[in-house]
């Protein structure tokens, strides 16, 4: 039963997101999208003032998906993308 289970379980998230970035590119339409998404119980997530990533943060949305970068042309486009991680 161990097995079915660890199949049908989502994969824990840990998402890192700069404050400046959200401010850039996060919509009203899309916050409560976010918000939904980031409730769910597999995914932890932290707001930082700044990553150090200036020169992505100014022209595109993006997170940090578990170390790694993911980056998108608009908040929407990026949280297609950080659900596709699930």
């Known amino acids: 039963m161990k097995w079915l289970w660890s199949k049908t379980s989502k994969k824990?998230?840990?998402?890192e997101f700069c404050e400046k970035n959200l401010d850039r590119f996060l919509t009203e339409n899309d916050?409560?999208?976010y918000e939904a998404f980031l409730?769910?119980?597999h995914i932890t997530y932290k707001e930082y003032d700044c990553q150090?990533?200036?020169k992505t943060c100014k022209k595109q949305a993006y997170a940090i998906l578990?170390?790694?970068m993911i980056t998108a042309s608009t908040s929407k486009e990026l949280l297609e993308k950080l659900k596709e991680q699930q």
Request: glycine letters at 6%.
């Open 39 to 41: 409730k769910e119980s």
């Open 52 to 54: 150090s990533h200036c």
């Open 66 to 68: 578990n170390g790694d």
């Open 12 to 15: 824990k998230l840990k998402i």
């Open 31 to 33: 916050l409560t999208s």
